[in-house]
């Protein structure tokens, strides 16, 4: 399944001649994601930068790049040289002629000379009246930069400028990263497939007794064993009514025949990540009440997935399930009033805090603007979108719901392609339907 070149150095060589025009007139500089200490001298794993990452395919840290757009060879690429101690301790490093040959890099220079990245730096603002580079993700990146722009500043003497528009690189990128190509959605595709694999081999394993983080074990070897380089984001294994802790993440309790358990989890693929999530009995059936609320979950999931298509907006679909949501709320005795007068003063919110979805990829939120001119004018969906639909009720014990209803909390969530003419489900081989998901459990 793992191919070796899933994103080609062709590709990746439109992406930049695409990002270079967009820049046109400016310069931007873009840093590798800083490896992390865990404790003494020992890092956490490292992952690269998502930007840094789609433009360069560099997946060392130490390195920094200039995107130069009014010189010939635009695209220089700082990385350490190649070090023999070091790739005896941490393995084979790419090297600056790796840079050049295997990357595509116009240039490749030492980043372990501050004065060469220092030099170039100055040499290109000089030319460019706009910098594109991310402020607040590194303070000491940002004084370095605000320090170098005032050297240019001071180079340029009396020409009448000197003061640079700072742009965040991210904006561009998100509208790049956005609309995805076919590549990108082949590892989309492979992500959702071995995401979908590892729920459906998930919700044959459980059993009574296990503890949560026995069931985030077993998704973690999945993906791994299927070729996932890493999980997408912390996994959400939440029995009982841990599953109205939105974003849980302990996955230490011990799950009883009464549970119903959901799962959050998603495989990162090539740099881009699958996100499923998936409720399910942790005995061989349902309750009447947690079918109940899975049924009025699933209603509202599978007619937003029947929304999606080209023209649509998330808004819409995020507004049809709130609709939905509500009746059922109204129909599970939770909520009293006309369904209007509900929506209107979101008397839903308690039990559906939070939206319908969210932009997928790289990151499992996405880049990407969700609107369009202003802020009001919700985006619509276009061919090569991905994102998630995942409506979701939640009954925690303090809420105000029906005694029997509380401690239930339900999420569905699939991963959905736009394409000409509808829609794809990138992650329909997990089952959802409470008959499938009971045969699987008994
Ligand atoms: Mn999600």
């Known amino acids: 399944m793992k191919s070796k070149e899933p994103i080609s150095l062709k590709e990746r060589h439109q992406r930049r001649t695409t990002f270079l025009s967009h820049i046109k007139g400016g310069v931007a500089v873009l840093f590798s994601a800083p490896h992390l200490i865990r404790n003494n001298d020992v890092h956490h794993a490292y992952r690269q930068d998502s930007n840094f990452f789609y433009l360069t395919g560099l997946e060392e840290p130490e390195s920094a790049c200039i995107f130069d757009p009014q010189s010939k060879k635009p695209f220089t690429l700082f990385v350490e040289p190649r070090d023999k101690v070091k790739e005896l301790w941490e393995g084979r490093m790419l090297g600056l002629e790796g840079a050049r040959e295997k990357l595509g890099a116009d240039t490749a220079l030492s980043s372990k000379d501050s004065n060469v990245f220092d030099e170039a730096v100055i040499e290109a603002l000089q030319k460019a009246d706009r910098?594109?580079?991310?402020?607040?993700?590194?303070?000491?990146?940002?004084?370095?930069?605000?320090?170098?722009m005032a050297r240019a500043a001071k180079k340029l003497g009396r020409t009448g400028?000197?003061?640079?528009?700072?742009?965040?690189?991210?904006?561009?990128?998100?509208?790049?990263?956005?609309?995805?190509?076919?590549?990108?959605?082949?590892?989309?595709?492979?992500?959702a497939n071995i995401t979908a694999q590892a729920h459906t081999e998930a919700m044959r394993?459980?059993?009574?007794?296990?503890?949560?983080?026995?069931?985030?074990?077993?998704?973690?070897?999945?993906?791994?064993?299927?070729?996932?380089?890493?999980?997408?984001?912390?996994?959400?294994?939440?029995?009982?009514?841990?599953?109205?802790?939105?974003?849980?993440?302990?996955?230490?309790?011990?799950?009883?025949?009464?549970?119903?358990?959901?799962?959050?989890?998603?495989?990162?693929?090539?740099?881009?990540?699958?996100?499923?999530?998936?409720?399910?009995?942790?005995?061989?059936?349902?309750?009447?009440?947690?079918?109940?609320?899975?049924?009025?979950?699933?209603?509202?999931?599978?007619?937003?997935?029947?929304?999606?298509?080209?023209?649509?907006?998330?808004?819409?679909?995020?507004?049809?399930?709130?609709?939905?949501?509500?009746?059922?709320?109204?129909?599970?005795?939770?909520?009293?009033?006309?369904?209007?007068?509900?929506?209107?003063s979101e008397a839903y919110r308690p039990y559906y805090p939070h939206g319908t979805g969210h932009w997928l990829g790289m990151d499992v939120h996405d880049l990407g603007r969700y609107y369009e001119e202003t802020y009001s004018n919700s985006r619509k969906l276009?061919?090569?979108?991905?994102?998630?639909?995942?409506?979701?009720?939640?009954?925690?014990?303090?809420?105000?719901a029906p005694a029997k209803l509380k401690g239930i909390g339900v999420r569905i969530e699939d991963d959905i392609l736009i394409t000409e003419k509808g829609h794809q489900v990138l992650t329909s081989a997990v089952p959802k339907e409470v008959e499938e998901i009971e045969s699987l459990r008994g």
């Open 131 to 148: 910098l594109y580079y991310r402020v607040g993700v590194n303070p000491l990146q940002d004084q370095r930069m605000f320090f170098l």
């Open 205 to 344: 394993y459980c059993k009574p007794g296990m503890y949560e983080f026995e069931l985030e074990a077993a998704l973690f070897h999945s993906f791994r064993a299927a070729g996932a380089g890493r999980l997408g984001y912390g996994s959400i294994v939440a029995s009982g009514e841990n599953a109205c802790v939105l974003h849980y993440v302990n996955n230490d309790r011990k799950m009883t025949e009464k549970d119903l358990i959901l799962i959050d989890a998603g495989a990162e693929f090539e740099y881009y990540t699958a996100d499923i999530t998936r409720c399910f009995p942790v005995g061989n059936r349902f309750s009447p009440e947690q079918r109940e609320v899975y049924q009025s979950v699933l209603l509202a999931q599978k007619e937003c997935v029947a929304m999606a298509r080209p023209g649509r907006t998330l808004k819409e679909i995020h507004s049809h399930a709130v609709e939905v949501l509500t009746e059922e709320l109204k129909r599970l005795k939770v909520l009293k009033g006309t369904t209007a007068s509900l929506i209107k």
């Open 161 to 191: 400028r000197s003061l640079w528009t700072i742009c965040d690189p991210s904006e561009v990128l998100g509208e790049m990263r956005l609309i995805k190509t076919s590549s990108e959605i082949t590892c989309l595709q492979v992500a």
């Open 382 to 400: 276009k061919a090569g979108m991905v994102f998630t639909i995942e409506p979701g009720l939640y009954f925690g014990a303090d809420s105000k």
